[in-house]
T-cell receptor, first 112, second 112 residues
């Protein structure tokens, strides 16, 4: 099993550009989530999904969109990148929302 | 008050030392507790779940104190490879549902 995979590993964007961060898991987990991690602030939940076709907002959803068309994939879209979105983004999956989560390797995003 | 609070450290200890971290949580209804380990510039990885009766995994012991609303992690015989940030994770209420909430982490440095 590959577990949770994320692409790309690194990305530099200019302000105003859009892009999609990819996330996939092969563990047949229903629950998937996106976090951002900034120095001194811990992991903050952006969006999450409890199953295909169902998504909801987390703690810091503004500026991001998600969709969940399959159990395996949960892409995160940045609509119009801003320097405040410079961060490390982690995708995670779990059997259920309060079970232990398994993380992908992360995407380091810089917005200039 | 933050839902999950940890001392950021760093805890700087010699090899072979015993070190303990505490983490306090604010929601008395929380049911799921975990410790994760995060190495520099890597994703968080599950270290151990924390059960009501406490649990041990080799050199690591986790305890839960519901009355005082904290969990602890004890590391015996510290190794250089234990140097990392340790994240406390608790299920807490965000908006109308329960989700995992991550502490900001406690940094451990083990010196030769």
């Amino acid at each position: 099993n590959a577990g949770v995979t994320q692409t790309p590993k690194f990305q530099v964007l200019k302000t105003g550009q859009s892009m999609t961060l990819q996330c996939a898991q092969d563990m047949n987990h229903e629950y998937m989530s996106w976090y951002r991690q900034d120095p001194g602030m811990g992991l903050r939940l952006i969006h999450y999904s409890v199953g295909a076709g169902i998504t909801d907002q987390g703690e810091v959803p503004n500026g991001y969109n998600v969709s969940r068309s399959t159990t395996e994939d949960f892409p995160l879209r940045l609509l119009s990148a801003a320097p405040s979105q410079t961060s490390v983004y982690f995708c995670a999956s779990s059997y259920a929302r309060v079970h232990e989560q398994y993380f992908g390797p992360g995407t380091r995003l810089t917005v200039t | 008050r933050k839902e999950v609070e940890q001392d950021p450290g760093p805890f700087n200890v010699p090899e072979g030392a015993t070190v303990a971290f505490n983490c306090t949580y604010s929601n008395s209804a929380s049911q799921s507790f975990f410790w994760y380990r995060q190495d520099c510039r890597k994703e968080p990885k599950l270290l151990m779940s924390v059960y009501s009766s406490g649990n041990e995994d080799g050199r690591f012991t986790a305890q839960l104190n519901r009355a005082s609303q904290y969990i602890s992690l004890l590391i015996r015989d510290s190794k250089l490879s234990d140097s990392a940030t340790y994240l406390c994770v608790v299920n807490g209420r965000m908006d109308s549902s329960y989700k995992l909430i991550f502490g900001s982490g406690t940094r451990l440095l083990v010196r030769p």
